[in-house]
């Protein structure tokens, strides 16, 4: 389960991130619990500020796919993590100091966002550098355990903190800009020679389209980000609804709110460790059938009329999430040409969570105007007809065999590719491991 971690480099980078993902969260928590106080419980106003974190992912991903694929990706992070550390220094002494006001926070959500759309895809890069094919896999699963890790502590002392500091969210503006440091001195202390970066892409003309074209060109990877797309724009949500479900379905403080976020980062916590027992990468039909699940279960919490039941059911919403997620990023990153990962990635995200400019503020009008549970019931909806759809496109292009065997008596459905089908993941992952041998070492 954790074996990605006998790897020096990744065990410092994944111990450092730990600290610094849990600082992220409380951040999270203070900003979306800030922007209540600010614009009187406004749901629209929440779901903006969201937007602008997420918005520019749009616009900068592939840009941080290509820095990714051209740049030594270690130095990179080192820039981004400065930037993000001094971010949220700003927003703390602002908040400290009674200067803010709501456009403050827009503007430095977006800045935030901005900073995190081109350190999202050289991260996820990154990581196949410190660990290699083999672990990129259980590396992948370890660090959505490490960020549902910090999900689960980060919200809660969030909410305990700022409940402490009556209603003060300064202190956890600043703890998360000093836990920025953690990830800074463990990319400083790497090393190098361990690395095993991809070769360097040259600067050129047209390749963002490059990117854009290789992904168009392999119909597995269009699947599982339009999966990624419908997923993230209408049901990953999450920091809108349960916000609103706490403060204005069931009329509580921070600490509740806070709590909430627990028990869904308890379920994504359990979905992560569970898909670190995953060595290989996952099937269509496994996407297909865990963005209905997760669906299936929003609908339902949405559904729940106590603060306790809906508090249950988040648990197990909050672990579909991440086993799609998971599966998701491992299936993208394993179906990729190691000098194509950045960018591809970068796409990966700009999917993933470039629908959250339209569907926070749509969530957010939906949940103001019909009530906070409806946010969670018609996006839970629209990720069960999402996945009911990918379903029917994945049978229109498979072969479908029914067998019959007499000893012991058994009806088995088979589905295969059909022999037009692009070629398989384990073809692409033999290719990378090829690519990575040393120049004139032979393969037998």
């Given at each position: 389960?954790?074996?990605?971690?006998?790897?020096?480099?990744?065990?410092?980078?994944?111990?450092?991130?730990?600290?610094?993902?849990?600082?992220?969260?409380?951040?999270?928590?203070?900003?979306?619990?800030?922007?209540?106080?600010?614009?009187?419980?406004?749901?629209?106003?929440?779901?903006?500020?969201?937007?602008?974190?997420?918005?520019?992912?749009?616009?900068?991903?592939?840009?941080?796919?290509?820095?990714?694929?051209?740049?030594?990706?270690?130095?990179?992070?080192?820039?981004?993590?400065?930037?993000?550390?001094?971010?949220?220094?700003?927003?703390?002494?602002?908040?400290?100091?009674?200067?803010?006001?709501?456009?403050?926070?827009?503007?430095?959500?977006?800045?935030?966002?901005?900073?995190?759309?081109?350190?999202?895809?050289?991260?996820?890069?990154?990581?196949?550098?410190?660990?290699?094919?083999?672990?990129?896999?259980?590396?992948?699963?370890?660090?959505?355990?490490?960020?549902?890790?910090?999900?689960?502590?980060?919200?809660?002392?969030?909410?305990?903190?700022?409940?402490?500091?009556?209603?003060?969210?300064?202190?956890?503006?600043?703890?998360?800009?000093?836990?920025?440091?953690?990830?800074?001195?463990?990319?400083?202390?790497m090393r190098t020679e361990e690395l095993r970066?991809?070769?360097?892409?040259?600067?050129?003309?047209?390749?963002?389209?490059?990117?854009?074209?290789?992904?168009?060109?392999?119909?597995?990877?269009?699947?599982?980000?339009?999966?990624?797309?419908?997923?993230?724009?209408?049901?990953?949500?999450?920091?809108?609804?349960?916000?609103?479900?706490?403060?204005?379905?069931?009329?509580?403080?921070?600490?509740?709110?806070?709590?909430?976020?627990?028990?869904?980062?308890?379920?994504?916590?359990?979905?992560?460790?569970?898909?670190?027992?995953?060595?290989?990468?996952?099937?269509?039909?496994?996407?297909?059938?865990?963005?209905?699940?997760?669906?299936?279960?929003?609908?339902?919490?949405?559904?729940?009329?106590?603060?306790?039941?809906?508090?249950?059911?988040?648990?197990?919403?909050?672990?579909?999430?991440?086993?799609?997620?998971?599966a998701t990023n491992s299936f993208v990153q394993?179906?990729?040409?190691?000098?194509?990962?950045?960018?591809?990635?970068?796409?990966?995200?700009?999917?993933?969570?470039?629908?959250?400019?339209?569907?926070?503020?749509?969530?957010?009008?939906?949940?103001?105007?019909?009530?906070?549970?409806?946010?969670?019931?018609?996006?839970?909806?629209?990720?069960?007809?999402?996945?009911?759809?990918?379903?029917?496109?994945?049978?229109?292009?498979?072969?479908?065999?029914?067998?019959?065997?007499?000893?012991?008596?058994?009806?088995?459905?088979?589905?295969?590719e059909r022999r037009d089908a692009v070629p398989?993941?384990?073809?692409?992952?033999?290719?990378?491991?090829?690519?990575?041998?040393?120049?004139?070492?032979?393969?037998?």
């Amino acid at each position: 389960m954790f074996r990605a971690l006998r790897v020096r480099n990744y065990r410092r980078y994944a111990s450092a991130n730990l600290l610094s993902l849990t600082g992220t969260w409380m951040q999270r928590i203070g900003q979306d619990w800030l922007v209540l106080q600010l614009s009187d419980d406004s749901g629209i106003a929440l779901g903006l500020i969201t937007a602008l974190q997420f918005g520019p992912s749009l616009l900068l991903s592939m840009y941080g796919g290509v820095l990714a694929d051209r740049y030594p990706k270690r130095r990179l992070l080192l820039m981004t993590q400065v930037l993000m550390g001094l971010l949220s220094l700003v927003l703390g002494v602002l908040v400290a100091t009674e200067a803010v006001e709501l456009w403050h926070v827009f503007v430095l959500a977006g800045g935030l966002g901005a900073v995190s759309a081109v350190d999202a895809p050289v991260r996820q890069a990154f990581v196949s550098e410190m660990v290699g094919p083999a672990l990129l896999t259980n590396a992948v699963s370890l660090n959505s355990t490490i960020f549902n890790g910090a999900r689960l502590v980060g919200p809660a002392l969030a909410g305990l903190l700022i409940a402490a500091a009556g209603g003060d969210t300064a202190p956890a503006f600043f703890l998360n800009a000093v836990s920025f440091a953690f990830t800074i001195t463990a990319l400083a202390g790497m090393r190098t020679e361990e690395l095993r970066p991809s070769k360097p892409v040259a600067r050129g003309r047209g390749q963002l389209r490059e990117g854009l074209a290789y992904t168009w060109a392999h119909p597995d990877l269009v699947l599982a980000m339009a999966l990624a797309f419908v997923l993230g724009t209408f049901g990953f949500n999450y920091q809108v609804t349960i916000a609103l479900m706490a403060r204005e379905t069931f009329d509580l403080g921070a600490e509740a709110f806070g709590l909430l976020s627990t028990f869904f980062a308890v379920g994504s916590l359990s979905g992560a460790l569970l898909s670190t027992r995953r060595s290989v990468r996952p099937r269509q039909r496994f996407l297909v059938g865990s963005a209905v699940v997760f669906g299936l279960f929003t609908v339902v919490a949405g559904l729940m009329p106590t603060y306790a039941s809906f508090a249950l059911l988040l648990i197990p919403t909050g672990a579909a999430a991440l086993v799609f997620s998971v599966a998701t990023n491992s299936f993208v990153q394993l179906g990729v040409d190691p000098q194509m990962r950045g960018r591809v990635m970068a796409l990966y995200f700009m999917c993933f969570m470039g629908g959250t400019p339209v569907g926070a503020p749509l969530v957010g009008w939906i949940s103001e105007h019909l009530g906070a549970p409806w946010g969670l019931i018609l996006g839970g909806a629209v990720c069960v007809v999402a996945g009911l759809g990918a379903a029917v496109f994945l049978s229109r292009h498979r072969s479908v065999r029914l067998e019959l065997r007499r000893s012991p008596l058994r009806v088995r459905l088979r589905v295969g590719e059909r022999r037009d089908a692009v070629p398989a993941p384990q073809l692409r992952a033999a290719e990378e491991t090829l690519a990575e041998r040393a120049p004139g070492q032979q393969s037998v």
